[in-house]
C-alpha cells in the first residue's frame, strides 16, 4: 500500500505518455501539477489502493501455493526456470481476474481529463466508479479489457517471480549469505528490470482498450486486443510498444523491490512474533 502512494504519480504519467502525451515524464508531471494541481497527480489512489488490495494479495499467495506445491512435486530440489515461469504465469492471470475490476477504475479515472468535457465520466471515486460501470454497462462491465489485463499480469508475474526466485539462488551460489539483504534486494532489483521488459507491450495495448470511447458512428477504436496489437504495430512499429519505457520501470522496478523485499521479509518477521 505505502508503495502505491510513493509510485501513484509516477503511475499516473506513464498512463498519459500511453495516451499520447508529449515531453518529458517531468515534463508532463509539472503541467498535470500546473494545470489541475497536484492533487491530479494521485488521481484513481483509492483504486490503485483496491487493486493492491486485491491483486498483489492474490498473485503473491497464489504464487507460494503453487511454487511449494511444484517443490513437493520436484522431491524438494531447486525447481529449474522454466517452472519459476509457469508459477508464475498462472499466478499472475489469476490474480489479475481478481484486481481487474479496480484496474479498470483506474485507469479510466486517469484518463478522464485526456477526453473532450462531454465525453469525460468524471468517477468521484473508486466506489462510484464500480458501481456506475455495474449500473451503465452491467457486471460484465467490470471486466473491460480483462484479457489484456490478465495477459499483462502473466507476463508482469513471469517476469518477477520467477526471475527474482532465479536470481538470488544465482547470488546464493556467488558466496552471499541466504536471506541476507544483498541478495533479497539484489534479487528483487533484477526482477523489477525484467517484470518491465515483459510486461510492458501488454500494458500498453491494455491502457488503449480500457480507455477507449465508442466514435460518432457509434464503434470502438479497436474491435479487441488483437486488433489494439496490430493497429499499433502497423502505425508505429515494435517499439511502439515500449511507449514511455523509462517511465514504466521506474514506476514497475521500485514497486516490485518493495514488494519482493517486504515478501521476503514478513516470514522472518512473524517467527519473531510468534505467528
Request: net charge positive.
Amino acid at each position: 500500500m505505502a508503495a502505491t502512494c510513493i509510485i501513484q504519480p509516477i503511475d499516473m504519467v506513464k498512463v498519459q505518455l500511453q495516451l499520447g502525451a508529449k515531453g518529458s515524464p517531468l515534463g508532463i508531471a509539472t503541467d498535470i501539477a500546473r494545470r489541475q494541481g497536484v492533487g491530479a497527480l494521485y488521481k484513481g489512489l483509492g483504486a490503485g489502493l483496491l487493486r493492491q488490495a486485491t491483486y498483489t494479495t492474490a498473485r503473491l499467495g497464489i504464487y507460494d501455493t503453487i511454487f511449494d506445491a511444484a517443490k513437493k512435486y520436484n522431491n524438494n530440489k531447486p525447481l529449474p526456470l522454466w517452472q519459476k515461469a509457469v508459477c508464475g504465469l498462472a499466478a499472475g492471470g489469476l490474480g489479475a481476474l481478481v484486481g481487474s475490476p479496480a484496474d479498470l477504475s483506474l485507469i479510466r479515472m486517469q484518463a478522464d481529463t485526456n477526453l473532450p468535457v462531454e465525453q469525460r465520466r468524471n468517477y468521484t471515486g473508486v466506489g462510484n466508479a464500480l458501481t456506475r460501470i455495474v449500473r451503465e454497462e452491467g457486471v460484465g462491465g467490470l471486466f473491460t479489457g480483462a484479457g489484456p489485463t490478465v495477459v499483462r499480469a502473466m507476463a508482469l508475474n513471469m517476469g518477477m517471480l520467477a526471475s527474482n526466485d532465479q536470481a538470488k539462488e544465482m547470488l546464493e551460489d556467488l558466496g552471499f549469505a541466504k536471506g541476507g539483504q544483498t541478495v533479497i534486494l539484489g534479487g528483487a532489483t533484477i526482477a523489477g528490470f525484467f517484470a518491465s521488459a515483459c510486461s510492458l507491450p501488454f500494458d500498453y495495448v491494455k491502457t488503449q482498450l480500457q480507455k477507449q470511447q465508442p466514435g460518432p458512428d457509434g464503434k470502438y477504436p479497436y474491435a479487441g486486443p488483437i486488433d489494439c496489437a496490430v493497429k499499433t504495430f502497423r502505425a508505429g512499429g515494435p517499439l511502439k510498444f515500449y511507449t514511455g519505457f523509462p517511465t514504466y520501470f521506474v514506476r514497475i522496478a521500485p514497486h516490485v523491490v518493495l514488494t519482493l523485499s517486504f515478501a521476503s521479509l514478513l516470514p522472518k518477521f512473524q517467527s519473531k512474533v510468534g505467528l
